[in-house]
């Protein structure tokens, strides 16, 4: 019997050093998929994702700005997409963090191969070029990944002190399970990194990153919808889950709303991932979630936003680790050991 699957899509800073040659190493038989995000870079006279991924050695100057990690990051995930084995898992649902949004939109057939693409790397280009601001990212669970209410009161008083404090913007860009990332401009990522608590880790700074998902990108939407035609948008093949939290079913849904979202609230309202995976989980109630390569950082949040919720009685980190040796909640393609479990 098939296993229910809810596919994650994964967003930016997922392409890393470690990631260098993953298409190469990973999707020889997917040249196709590979072939259509090429030929759209080709097309405006952009490097090649295969390309960037063939280079001697990562350089963050190159890999990871919008313009570039974007298509790479899709091309990635993409091939993942096409290498789960459909004889053991019927894919029920689809999510993704931030821009994995877009990647969604392509799995969920609501576009299609080159029309996300060209979405990606537009939006890749258009963030490059024209994007303000930046991102911080800073945790709030403790060691076994439950939330920390007094980091939870924290993070509300500091909300409440930038309302007062006109020199500074500074918002709630991505509920990311245990963490919370903070979009600010200049004065308000310099007093962040002030206010906050920090430990060996955090607050952390996300380099090459605007503020994604605030009001401080407001003037990007006009931008978005000139490049991007609503005609690109169409009915979808499976069920997708917005950064709010809502729902697209196949064929209930109109070409105008989905696009007023994708090139609107989702670039200027906070992201919601937690809520999404969340209401991904306990309304299509999968067997297994795979977190699509590249990268492996969007695992911990999954299971963060899972523990939050209770699903299934998970309750803590230790709980999630235990589970997993039994039979695997969920499937990381970005790790070698695991990417096996989810291809035939």
């Known amino acids: 019997m098939k296993k229910r699957a809810l596919v994650i899509c994964p967003g930016r800073g997922t392409y890393n050093a470690a990631e260098l040659g993953y298409l190469r190493a990973h999707h020889a038989a997917h040249g196709d998929i590979i072939a259509t995000v090429d030929a759209v870079r080709a097309g405006k006279g952009q490097v090649t994702v295969s390309q960037l991924d063939s280079a001697?050695?990562?350089?963050?100057?190159?890999?990871?700005?919008?313009?570039?990690?974007?298509?790479?990051?899709?091309?990635?995930?993409?091939?993942?997409?096409?290498?789960?084995?459909?004889?053991?898992?019927?894919?029920?649902?689809?999510?993704?963090?931030?821009?994995?949004?877009?990647?969604?939109?392509?799995?969920?057939?609501?576009?299609?191969?080159?029309?996300?693409?060209?979405?990606?790397?537009?939006?890749?280009?258009?963030?490059?070029?024209?994007?303000?601001?930046?991102?911080?990212?800073?945790?709030?669970?403790?060691?076994?990944?439950?939330?920390?209410?007094?980091?939870?009161?924290?993070?509300?008083?500091?909300?409440?002190?930038?309302?007062?404090?006109?020199?500074?913007?500074?918002?709630?860009?991505?509920?990311?399970?245990?963490?919370?990332v903070f979009a600010a401009d200049d004065a308000g990522l310099k007093w962040l990194m002030e206010r906050l608590p920090k430990d060996d880790r955090f607050p952390l700074r996300l380099m090459h990153h605007a503020a994604f998902h605030s009001p401080l990108l407001n003037h990007i939407v006009p931008m978005a919808r000139a490049?991007?035609?609503?005609?690109?948008?169409?009915?979808?093949?499976?069920?997708?889950?917005?950064?709010?939290?809502?729902?697209?079913?196949?064929?209930?849904?109109?070409?105008?709303?989905?696009?007023?979202?994708?090139l609107g609230a989702q670039l200027t309202d906070s992201y919601d991932f937690t809520r999404a995976v969340q209401v991904a989980a306990a309304e299509f109630a999968p067997d297994t979630i795979i977190v699509l390569g590249p990268g492996t950082t969007l695992g911990a949040p999954t299971v963060q936003a899972l523990i939050a919720s209770g699903w299934r009685g998970l309750s803590s980190k230790a709980d999630f680790q235990a589970r997993q040796q039994d039979e695997p909640i969920l499937i990381s393609m970005g790790m070698a050991e695991q990417r096996a479990w989810a291809q035939s």
Not at 79 to 96: E, K, L, P, S
Not at 120 to 143: A, E, F, L
């Open 56 to 180: 001697d050695k990562y350089t963050p100057s190159v890999h990871m700005t919008g313009d570039n990690a974007s298509a790479l990051i899709y091309a990635c995930a993409m091939a993942d997409f096409a290498a789960i084995d459909r004889a053991q898992y019927d894919i029920v649902a689809i999510t993704g963090n931030s821009m994995g949004w877009y990647l969604a939109l392509a799995c969920a057939g609501i576009v299609d191969l080159a029309g996300g693409a060209r979405l990606v790397n537009n939006m890749g280009g258009i963030m490059h070029q024209h994007g303000t601001g930046g991102q911080i990212v800073w945790s709030i669970v403790d060691d076994d990944w439950k939330i920390s209410q007094d980091k939870m009161f924290f993070v509300s008083n500091l909300l409440k002190e930038v309302q007062t404090a006109s020199h500074i913007n500074v918002h709630i860009s991505i509920r990311l399970g245990g963490m919370i």
């Open 227 to 262: 490049e991007n035609p609503m005609t690109d948008f169409g009915a979808g093949e499976i069920p997708a889950i917005d950064g709010q939290g809502r729902i697209w079913s196949p064929r209930a849904f109109s070409h105008e709303a989905i696009y007023d979202y994708t």
